[in-house]
Each structure stands twice: as C-alpha cells, then as structure tokens.
C-alpha cells in the first residue's frame, strides 16, 4: 500500500512502489484528466503537481511520492492560480483537439505560482517539454501571459 495525499485527500492506493504515478492516478484513483502520452517524460501530457512543483507522472514511480502532495488538472479549479490559468486557457481559445492541454495548464500553473510576472523567454522555459500536436504553442503563451496579468492586477 502506498499513501499519498492527492488532490486534497489522502488515499492509500494498493500498488507496487515501482509502478508509474500515472497509472496509479488513471487506473487505480480513478483520476482520467492527466494523459498518458509518450511513456518516457518527453510529451508532457501527463503532468502533475507533486508539492506544487510540475512532475511528469508517467516516469515517476509512485513509491517515491509516498506521503507527499499530488495534484492533477482535476483539482486544478480549486487553486486561484489554477483558476486563472483556466480561464485565460479558454477566453484565447487554446486548445483544438485537446489532448495535451492538461499538461499544458499544469506546467502553465506550476510556473505562475513560482513566478507570477514571467518573461518570454522564461515562459518558453517552463513550457519546454510541453508538446501540442496541434501547434498551438503562440495562443499558450499568450494565455499565460493573460493569467499573470490578472495575477498582477489581484495583488
């Protein structure tokens, strides 16, 4: 058995320690938003919060998060960051097929929450590793940088 908090409640979730958090989250907590996409961390479909730091979860074992904070797009509405980011992903019209949107608003978030005035160049930063089939990577940036607007202006 393997406890982690995720999101907001602690679950013990029988698993092997070795098994990827992905699954875990998917298959056994029931938490269908975060995607599988590549398997080996590159895609960024399956981001996750662990600790309010953005994780890929297909390649983190879940033995290593035992006892620690998990966060999927789920539970995203809940944090005012999270919200923001949301809204700005929809208001720009992002996504078009959709699939690695969580990810992408999970990377966005984790980003906002750690520097809520970023640069260009530091958005793009963040972002590596996120990729859109879709190519939709302008309309991202330009809703982080709506969301960190709003995030000035609440301050």
Same mark, same amino acid.
């Given at each position: 058995?393997?406890?982690?908090?995720?999101?907001?409640?602690?679950?013990?979730?029988? +698993? /092997?320690?070795?098994?990827?958090?992905?699954?875990?989250?998917?298959?056994?907590?029931?938490?269908?938003?975060?995607?599988?996409?590549?398997?080996?961390?590159?895609? $960024?479909?399956?981001?996750?919060?662990?600790?309010? +730091?953005?994780?890929?979860?297909?390649? /983190?074992? +879940?033995? /290593?998060?035992?006892?620690?904070?998990?966060?999927?797009?789920?539970?995203?509405?809940?944090?005012?960051?999270?919200?923001?980011?949301?809204? !700005?992903?929809?208001?720009?019209?992002?996504?078009?097929?959709?699939?690695?949107?969580?990810?992408?608003?999970?990377?966005? /978030?984790?980003?906002?929450?750690?520097?809520?005035?970023?640069?260009?160049?530091?958005?793009?930063?963040?972002?590596?590793?996120?990729?859109?089939?879709? $190519?939709?990577?302008?309309?991202?940036?330009? !809703?982080?940088?709506?969301? !960190?607007?709003?995030?000035?202006?609440?301050?």
């Amino acid at each position: 058995m393997i406890t982690l908090k995720l999101n907001g409640k602690e679950q013990q979730l029988d +698993v /092997t320690e070795d098994m990827p958090l992905l699954w875990a989250i998917r298959d056994v907590a029931g938490y269908t938003g975060t995607k599988f996409g590549c398997g080996m961390g590159l895609c $960024g479909a399956c981001t996750v919060h662990l600790d309010g +730091v953005a994780v890929r979860s297909c390649v /983190t074992p +879940v033995g /290593t998060v035992a006892g620690k904070n998990v966060s999927t797009i789920e539970q995203l509405g809940q944090d005012p960051v999270g919200k923001l980011v949301q809204a !700005a992903w929809l208001d720009t019209a992002v996504a078009q097929c959709g699939y690695c949107q969580g990810g992408q608003i999970m990377s966005a /978030t984790a980003l906002l929450k750690s520097n809520p005035n970023p640069t260009d160049e530091q958005i793009e930063e963040a972002m590596i590793g996120n990729i859109c089939r879709c $190519g939709t990577y302008n309309r991202i940036k330009t !809703a982080i940088r709506q969301a !960190a607007s709003q995030i000035k202006e609440a301050q």
